[in-house]
């Protein structure tokens, strides 16, 4: 054994996921098909230069009318 030997620190929440994952192995399996569901989409680089190319541009101050009254 080292010396300056130390345990490994795991904390509660970590041994929870673990004995979780453990009871559940296709849990992450779940989790990366719902992952693709929602957030791993192609993106239309076309559509996407468009979108920006028609935003009209701000003003500095957006509460500013455009003339005085």
Do not use: C
Request: hydrophobic letters at 30%; charged letters at 30%.
């Amino acid at each position: 054994m080292h010396i300056f030997y130390r345990p490994q620190y795991q904390s509660d929440i970590t041994r929870f996921i673990d004995e979780l994952k453990a009871k559940n192995p296709e849990l992450e399996a779940g989790q990366r098909q719902g992952r693709s569901l929602l957030w791993d989409k192609a993106v239309n680089r076309d559509a996407q230069a468009e979108y920006q190319a028609a935003q009209v541009k701000q003003q500095p101050y957006v509460y500013q009318t455009a003339g005085k009254e």
